[in-house]
């Protein structure tokens, strides 16, 4: 019997990990295989590998062109946001001791998202610093309405809502007073958008959330220590306010940073932590890197079906919610997730 469950929790082990840090390549590969140029599928692409390979240099520019410039910076935009939220989700929910929290709960995306349209309303703003800017302030607030000596994780859960709700609203108004053309550019990025992707936005990105998730993953293992408690984190020498505070910003810094690049992408840092917990356990030291991979490429293949699905492309927030409300629905019913 120990044998076979030996066996069985290597083999189990052996294919989270596989699904885990296996998958980011053969769907990055595939990602650049699809999208809207239905002519410029497997074979074009293999075609162009071939003539990069062989040093021929006869492949179609054309084919170049889609692959390099307007594929290839979309799925990295993809796994880097999807990367951002996934971690700063399973973080928070850390920090917080909460299966609940996310950066929406908490205000973070809302105040981003409020931001990011309020830069694209008045364009002297600059987006990415816009967002992060009201994304902090928004996680400032929650703290400050919600926390108390004798305060719990739920009490800052209700604050955050109260503060995602004030931005939302103040979200709504910068769209009623947006002319015509802005107004359809901020409704189609807060339902998420990829498919403006471009290297540039790319560089503007790929600093912050690569530094901000690095951070994260160098504090992983004290993030165990906050989840028995702020005594027992003193007890062993870990300042837990300390600690706190830099992954509170770390989270918001990359969560900011992936609203002003994507738009609202909705349950996607509340849901995907729940599943890299299933696969992997509960340990912050095996859930962070595989939020990193994981998040990014389930990302990656969210996305992908919205190029592909349909005739025409569906904001990426919209399939988010259309999956991530059916597992958490699931999760209730199989895993009785309550409030004990």
Not at 176 to 188: E, G, N, T
Not at 193 to 221: C, D, E
Request: hydrophobic share 55%; proline share 4%; glycine share 8%.
């Amino acid at each position: 019997m120990k044998t076979t469950h030996f066996s069985l929790t290597t083999m189990r082990r052996i294919a989270s990990n596989a699904i885990i840090y296996g998958l980011p390549i053969p769907v990055l590969l595939i990602s650049l295989m699809i999208g809207s140029s239905d002519n410029i599928g497997i074979t074009a692409f293999w075609d162009w590998i071939r003539s990069i390979v062989d040093s021929s240099h006869t492949g179609s520019k054309v084919v170049e062109n889609v692959i390099f410039n307007i594929r290839l910076p979309r799925a990295l935009m993809t796994f880097l946001v999807g990367a951002a939220l996934a971690t700063s989700g399973g973080v928070l929910q850390a920090i917080f001791r909460n299966p609940l929290v996310d950066p929406y709960i908490l205000g973070i995306s809302s105040g981003a998202a409020f931001g990011a349209s309020l830069a694209i309303l008045i364009p002297l703003l600059s987006l990415h610093i816009s967002a992060f800017v009201f994304g902090a302030a928004a996680v400032t607030l929650t703290y400050i309405f919600g926390y108390s000596r004798n305060s719990s994780s739920i009490t800052i859960i209700l604050a955050g809502m109260i503060v995602s709700g004030l931005f939302t609203a103040s979200l709504a108004l910068v769209q009623y007073m947006s002319d015509p053309f802005k107004l359809q550019a901020i409704v189609q990025w807060t339902m998420g958008s990829l498919h403006l992707s471009s290297w540039h936005k790319v560089q503007q990105a790929v600093l912050p959330i690569s530094a901000g998730l690095l951070g994260l993953y160098l504090i992983r293992w004290k993030l165990n220590l906050l989840s028995l408690g702020d005594d027992e984190a003193r007890a062993v020498g870990v300042n837990p306010l300390y600690i706190k505070i830099i992954a509170v910003f770390l989270a918001t810094v990359v969560t900011a940073v992936a609203v002003a690049s994507a738009g609202i992408i909705s349950l996607y840092g509340l849901f995907v932590p729940h599943i890299t917990r299933m696969l992997v356990g509960a340990s912050n030291t095996k859930t962070t890197p595989a939020n990193i991979f994981f998040g990014g490429t389930f990302l990656l293949i969210i996305d992908n079906f919205c190029r592909t699905v349909f005739p025409y492309e569906i904001p990426i927030g919209i399939f988010t919610m259309i999956i991530g409300a059916p597992f958490f629905i699931f999760l209730i019913k199989k895993r009785k997730i309550n409030w004990s």
